[in-house]
Each structure stands twice: as structure tokens, then as C-alpha cells.
């Protein structure tokens, strides 16, 4: 099953706002990872937070993550038109017992309006 | 530095014929992945090697999926015979010294089964 569900499916926004996506897993985690992919292209790393941090900052990206709660957030601010993207979430499965893989949630699907 | 590559960018052959896909990785990168993308299912890893042994295979769907990796800088993946639910993005990625680690995706090969 997945690890990581990102919420919303979908979102949409107008640039210069902020957009926020959500990630949440299920066991314990090393790290989580966050992805972006434009349209017909391969994933792109973005940020890694580890389990002992709480937030990171990487430019106008901001990760925060609660492992109490299990899940995790994305915050783009000063959105622009560039940012349309699917964002996914990912999780090393290392804690579960897993190999050195990644898990990836089904993504999170970002259009922001010039 | 060159990012992975993968070839070809897109296939469309008929159901029955062998298919392979091919990837190089990063130099100097450890892991190898290969994952399916689809709309149902989102990004399945299919496989993965370190130091070019395959590690974890859980993720082939069935006989008719293989993986190879005969060097550090080359590997395939390889459906005989196809079927049309075969037909998905099939994406390549290496990471330097942990699979957990940031992965470097190539930007895929999207096979169509006629």
C-alpha cells in the first residue's frame, strides 16, 4: 500500500499566492522527500527532511513535518506561473523493515493562473 | 553533468512484441531504479540494483518483466511478450551512496501497447 497520501488531488491558485500541499504516511520514517514533475518530464527532487527536524526552508519552499501526527506540508509562497507541477511526497521504507527504497504518494496536482 | 538518460522517449509497438527500455545512470551513482507511472497506480518501483546486483525485484508485475544491469553504467528493462496494460511511463533513477537518499530521475519512456 502507499506510504504517503498527498492532499488535495488537486489545487489551483493565482499567482502570487501561497499553496500549501499535505503529506501523510503511515509508520515511521527516516526522512521524507519532496518531488516536483512538470508535465512529460521526470521527477525532480526538491527538499529532504529528516525525522529529527521539524522544518526546513530551501528558497521559497518551506517543509514542515510532524511525526507525531505522521504527515508532512509543503508550502510554496509567492507562487508563480513556473510552479505548475505535481508534487508528491516520499518516504524511505527503511523503518518498515523495507530495502533502501523510496515511497511515492500519487501526488499532489499544482496549477497556478498568470 | 549529464542526468540520467533514458531511451527511447516513447515506444508504440503491438501487443506480443518484445520491448526494451534502456538507462544510464549518473556516474559514480550506487542505486538504479526503475518505476512505473500510471494514472491508476501512480509511481510503482518496479526494481532496484546497488553496485549493478539486482536487490529488490517485489515490484515486477509478473514473468514477463526483467531487468538487467550487465555494468555501472547501463541497465534495461525488458517486457516479452507485451500487453496493452503494460502501457504506462516507465522512468529510470540513480542515487550516489543510498537509495533512501535524493534520486536523479531521467524523464522517461512513455510505451504504448497497441
Known sequence: ?114 | DAGVIQSPRHEVTEMGQEVTLRCKPISGHDYLFWYRQTMMRGLELLIYFNNNVPIDDSGMPEDRFSAKMPNASFSTLKIQPSEPRDSAVYFCASSPYRGTQPQHFGDGTRLSIL
Not at chain 1, 498527498?6 to 503529506?23: F, K, V, Y
Not at chain 1, 526522512?31 to 530551501?58: A, D, F, M, P, T
Not at chain 1, 508550502?75 to 511515492?104: H, M, N, P, W
Open chain 1, 1 to 114: 500500500s502507499q506510504q504517503g497520501e498527498e492532499d488535495p488531488q488537486a489545487l489551483s491558485i493565482q499567482e502570487g499566492e501561497n499553496a500549501t500541499m499535505n503529506c501523510s504516511y503511515k509508520t515511521s520514517i527516516n526522512n521524507l522527500q519532496w518531488y516536483r514533475q512538470n508535465s512529460g518530464r521526470g521527477l525532480v527532487h526538491l527538499i529532504l527532511i529528516r525525522s529529527n527536524e521539524r522544518e526546513k526552508h530551501s528558497g521559497r519552499l518551506r517543509v514542515t513535518l510532524d511525526t507525531s501526527k505522521k504527515s508532512s506540508s509543503l508550502l510554496i509562497t509567492a507562487s508563480r506561473a513556473a510552479d505548475t507541477a505535481s508534487y508528491f511526497c516520499a518516504t524511505d521504507a527503511r523503518a518498515q523493515g523495507g530495502s533502501e527504497k523510496l515511497v511515492f504518494g500519487k501526488g499532489t496536482k499544482l496549477t497556478v493562473n498568470p
